[in-house]
Structure formats: structure tokens, C-alpha cells
């Protein structure tokens, strides 16, 4: 007994895909507020500040996938967090579909902190630079 049908039929003839808008509630950062919505490359921008934000297995309300690991990074020689953190990012990123990549990462050290820029690549194009900072806190 088979655990599969058996057909001499391909079932994906005639199927077609369809991508669907990426249409989001936009968030104004100055007002705290929902204003409207954004759909293609402002949706993914924002997508991804969510993402970067998002400390990974911190909070239950996100899935195990979400966000990025930083806290750990803390403390550690700059040299290793650069390199890592540019893996991280992309390893956050590559969650979304709707991202290929990053481009045009830089780190900048200045005392405790770290910034570090780069652009996010998708299927609508780049965004422009996302920054984000590292600081040790006493």
C-alpha cells in the first residue's frame, strides 16, 4: 500500500503564483502613532527596523526567529562583534522574503560604542542607511 497518491498527473501545471502587496500599517516615530499604511520598499525598511530592534528569544509574544541576538555581543572585541554582527543582521533579515541582502556595511568605534550602517536590499530596491549602535552601559 502506497503512504503517497499515485498519479501520472503534475499537479503543478496550470498552478501560478502571485505575489501579494506587502502592505503594512505605517508607523510615525515622531507621533508614537499609526498613520496610514506603506506598502513595498518603506513596508520592508520598516519591517526590518522591527526586526533589528527585536532582541531574539527575549520576548515571548515573537516567534523564535524574530529579531536579532545583540546583548551578547556586548563586552566582546570590537573585531569579532563587527564581523559577527554583519552575520547576525543578515541572518535576522533573511527571515523576510522580501529581503535579499545588505550592502554597504561600515562600523564606526568611539569609546564603548559601536555604529554600524548599511543599506537593506529587496525586491523593490535598497533602502536607504540603517544605522544601529552598540553601547556598553555601567
Same mark, same amino acid.
Given at each position: 500500500?502506497?503512504?503517497?497518491?499515485?498519479?501520472?498527473?503534475?499537479?503543478?501545471?496550470?498552478?501560478?503564483?502571485?505575489?501579494?502587496?506587502?502592505?503594512?500599517?505605517?508607523?510615525?516615530?515622531?507621533?508614537?502613532?499609526?498613520?496610514?499604511?506603506?506598502? =513595498?520598499?518603506?513596508?520592508? =525598511?520598516?519591517?526590518?527596523?522591527?526586526?533589528?530592534?527585536?532582541?531574539?528569544? =527575549?520576548?515571548?509574544?515573537?516567534?523564535?526567529?524574530?529579531?536579532?541576538?545583540?546583548?551578547?555581543?556586548?563586552?566582546?572585541?570590537?573585531?569579532?562583534?563587527?564581523?559577527?554582527?554583519?552575520?547576525?543582521?543578515?541572518?535576522?533579515?533573511?527571515?523576510?522574503?522580501?529581503?535579499?541582502?545588505?550592502?554597504?556595511?561600515?562600523?564606526?568605534?568611539?569609546?564603548?560604542?559601536?555604529?554600524?550602517?548599511?543599506?537593506?536590499?529587496?525586491?523593490?530596491?535598497?533602502?536607504?542607511?540603517?544605522?544601529?549602535?552598540?553601547?556598553?552601559?555601567?
Amino acid at each position: 500500500m502506497a503512504t503517497l497518491p499515485e498519479t501520472g498527473q503534475v499537479l503543478a501545471n496550470g498552478v501560478t503564483y502571485e505575489q501579494y502587496p506587502s502592505l503594512t500599517w505605517q508607523i510615525d516615530k515622531e507621533t508614537s502613532r499609526i498613520n496610514g499604511t506603506a506598502d =513595498r520598499l518603506p513596508a520592508v =525598511r520598516q519591517a526590518a527596523e522591527v526586526i533589528l530592534n527585536v532582541e531574539r528569544f =527575549r520576548w515571548q509574544i515573537y516567534q523564535a526567529f524574530s529579531g536579532v541576538r545583540l546583548e551578547d555581543l556586548i563586552g566582546q572585541e570590537a573585531d569579532f562583534v563587527i564581523a559577527e554582527l554583519q552575520r547576525r543582521v543578515k541572518e535576522a533579515l533573511s527571515m523576510d522574503d522580501r529581503i535579499t541582502g545588505i550592502s554597504d556595511f561600515t562600523a564606526a568605534q568611539r569609546g564603548d560604542a559601536l555604529t554600524v550602517s548599511f543599506r537593506v536590499l529587496s525586491v523593490y530596491g535598497a533602502t536607504d542607511p540603517l544605522t544601529m549602535t552598540l553601547e556598553r552601559k555601567e
